[in-house]
């Protein structure tokens, strides 16, 4: 399996960034897919995740702010993030898994995309 991750960057705060995942070895359609958020010293944390059938989960951090979305004709996972903070700041990683038991740490792991946002 593997997750190509892109679209980070470094953005003012109020700014938006759209991650994208793009899938590969994989079929696609039989996985959920996430996003989780990773800052130096802690554990990865859920950002938003996305269920086979396409039903979001976000964590309550960015609920009204980010919106996760899926393109199983793609084999792609994007993250559209708006109203961009300085505690988004973070490595962003893609992730599939198998079931969407967003609270464990398991599944396929893309190489994460660094997401700085400056106050």
């Known amino acids: 399996v593997q997750l190509q991750a892109s679209g980070g960057g470094l953005v003012q705060a109020g700014g938006s960034l759209n991650l994208s995942c793009v899938a590969s070895r994989i079929r696609f359609e039989a996985y959920a897919m996430a996003w989780y958020r990773q800052v130096a010293g802690e554990q990865r944390r859920l950002v938003a995740g996305v269920t086979r059938g396409g039903s979001p989960n976000y964590g309550d951090s960015v609920k009204g702010r980010f919106t996760i979305s899926r393109d199983n004709a793609k084999y792609a996972v994007y993250l559209q993030m708006n109203s961009l903070k300085p505690e988004d700041t973070g490595v962003y990683f893609c992730?599939?898994?198998?079931?969407?038991?967003?609270?464990?740490?398991?599944?396929?792991w893309g190489q994460g995309t660094q997401v700085t946002v400056s106050s």
């Open positions: 992730n599939s898994r198998a079931a969407p038991d967003w609270a464990r740490e398991r599944g396929y």
